[in-house]
Nanobody, 125 residues
Framework: QVQLVESGGGLVQAGNSLRLSCAASGRTFNTLAMAWFRQAPGKEREFVAAITIRGNTNYRESVKDRFTISRDNAKNTGYLQMNSLKPEDTAIYYC???????????????????WGQGTQVTVSS
């Protein structure tokens, strides 16, 4: 079983930055592809970014030039660096993972078997 714990959320003003972390346990980290999703109040969960074990990435179009997904296998941790935050980025951010050795950084939530509890990100205008 894989456990994921997110951290790093908070309240920031528009234009500022946050870095989210996702600490994984229960499985060798370099066997896990990872992703970030988010859910705003009253909206459906949406894909944000994904990274394979080989470092292939995929991003939601609206965050592509502002967010960076990365991973540190030695620390069993994935990251989402969020720059130039906007009020519309306000949401609960979830880390997700799956056992996958391929090169496709999936956008689909159904692809990921393991999920964290989420961390709140609030961006004020």
């Amino acid at each position: 079983q894989v456990q994921l714990v997110e951290s790093g959320g908070g309240l920031v003003q528009a234009g500022n930055s946050l870095r989210l972390s996702c600490a994984a346990s229960g499985r060798t980290f370099n066997t896990l592809a990872m992703a970030w999703f988010r859910q705003a109040p009253g909206k459906e969960r949406e894909f944000v970014a994904a990274i394979t074990i080989r470092g292939n990435t995929n991003y939601r179009e609206s965050v592509k030039d502002r967010f960076t997904i990365s991973r540190d296998n030695a620390k069993n941790t994935g990251y989402l660096q969020m720059n130039s935050l906007k009020p519309e980025d306000t949401a609960i951010y979830y880390c997700a993972a799956r056992l996958y050795y391929g090169s496709i950084a999936s956008l689909s939530g159904a692809s990921y078997a393991y999920w964290g509890q989420g961390t709140q990100v609030t961006v004020s205008s």
